[in-house]
Nanobody, 118 residues
Framework: QVQLVESGGGLVQPGGSLRLSCRTS????????MAWYRQVPGKDREWVAVISSGGRRTEYTDAVKGRFTISRNNRENTVFLQMNSLQPEDTAVYYC???????????WGQGTQVTVSS
């Protein structure tokens, strides 16, 4: 059974940090590119960051560059999103997704809520 399970969300004050984790099972993790998206109610899901299957390539949306870091541990089948200097506009449900290169078949987790508020 394929599963992606996010954790690490919560309530944090502006300027604070959170580290999201996404543990996978049922896939050959090292074959998959991994990405984080986020979604605010009433808006489209927004891409945040991606890391290649081998971990050598990362990309970020402009809004989080310099503040967020995506990483992965292929031995633990887990991808991470370190989020620093969080701002209220980062409030959203964060989803991880796994996909193979040159495909449009994305596997999604259930999401974890991140709320940045004083």
């Amino acid at each position: 059974q394929v599963q992606l399970v996010e954790s690490g969300g919560g309530l944090v004050q502006p300027g604070g940090s959170l580290r999201l984790s996404c543990r996978t099972s049922g896939i050959i993790f090292s074959n998959y590119n991994m990405a984080w998206y986020r979604q605010v109610p009433g808006k489209d899901r927004e891409w945040v960051a991606v890391i290649s299957s081998g971990g050598r390539r990362t990309e970020y949306t402009d809004a989080v560059k310099g503040r967020f870091t995506i990483s992965r541990n292929n031995r633990e089948n887990t991808v991470f999103l370190q989020m620093n200097s969080l701002q209220p506009e980062d409030t959203a449900v964060y989803y991880c997704t796994a996909y193979l290169s040159h495909t449009t078949n994305y596997i999604w987790g259930q999401g974890t809520q991140v709320t940045v508020s004083s």
